[in-house]
């Protein structure tokens, strides 16, 4: 069949700018529809993923733009790893969010906010940023390096917007600071010097919005002369390692997801473990998964504490169905995000488990709120507050 394909000549040059950065392998879509059979969302969006590249390849960019399509895109790049023709299918979809950004065009509402907020108050919840704290205030005893905070050290724990404002996840950063408190690490928070990483406007299409917070966040690191920065948050992680580098000078900083930090850590014996008698099954998220590789560490780190069982699901590593807690979907419709975190519920469901594991803060929330909504007795928990407690259960 015959298309009366445009080509990167005759395409809105704007939109080109982004989308065209694949644009000789999109024209090669074959509509196998591998992508829209992957993608966690599509049963809600106007047009399926296949559907976009062939509309796009017939010109009808302005259809696909007033659509409720790419907004409900997770970022979870579940279709573009799996895609046989290794089309950037995920960026695409980044990439059609900045053009109607860029132009306003059917921008969900609280994206807008979202925009506003986090270039006004340096996070996503709108919180006054003095308060990155606040997950703090009720430990037994805060660690140095968390109050008082260490003005210089080797290492920088950046905790992120939904770790330090999110009461439902203060036990992840309370955990890891009381962890590395144990193991005698030298570590400091940023506080009120920390801002958003930046990452929820890059998957809204304001990429350029981006820029400012990454340079402000890579001073405070320099001027504390860190060498490392270490992230509870596989969104921050990402972001540091794999989008600040294109935007500001990261030379001679290391950047390591907790887990990472702890796997390395445990051999060197500095932390008694005693048992934790659970089992557990393991949630890999996307952006520490699927798109930034890391898979073992979470593993290690549970197959470390003794007395716990760790079940795997059906859907596990690349393969990993999506929570549902990415790419700003909550904001744009919470209804599809909890549909989303039923699917991968439903094989939680199916281990026994009694806990479904995650290295995410925003993933624990996920599946915390979609196991109440969808009535599944599990609980939620980040790997390093099972750490923590096989650590409280050696001290006891």
Known sequence: MA????????????LAERVTL??????????????????PTAYAMDYAPHQIWHMLRLGMEEEIVNSRTFWLCTVCKSCQVKCPRGISITDTMVALKEYATRRGINVPTGLQMLGETVTTKYNISGDDNTTRQIWSENLPQAPLGVRPRRRQAEVVYFIGCVGSFYPRVYSIPQSLVQILDRAEVEFTTMGEDERCCGYPLYVSGMRDKMAALAQHNVDMVRRIGAKKVIF??????????????????VSGIEFQHATEFLADLLPEGKLKLGPVEEVVTYHDPCDLGRKSG????????????PGLELREMASIRENSLCCGGGG?????????????????????????????????????????????RHKIRVRAIDVVELLWKSIEAAEE
């Open 3 to 14: 298309y009366d394909v445009i080509d990167a000549s005759t395409f809105d040059p704007a």
């Open 22 to 39: 694949d644009w000789e392998k999109l024209l090669t879509c074959m509509q196998c529809g591998t992508c829209s059979s992957t993608c």
């Open 232 to 249: 509870t948050c596989p969104s921050c992680y990402y972001s540091w390692s794999h989008l600040y580098p294109d935007m500001v000078d």
């Open 294 to 305: 890391v898979y073992d560490a979470p593993r290690e780190v549970l197959k470390a504490i």
């Open 328 to 372: 700003d979907v909550e904001i744009s419709d919470p209804s599809v995000t909890i549909g989303v975190a039923g699917k991968r519920l439903a094989q939680v469901k199916a281990t026994g488990a009694k806990y479904v594991a995650s290295a995410c803060q925003q993933c624990k929330r996920t599946l915390q709120e979609g196991a109440r």
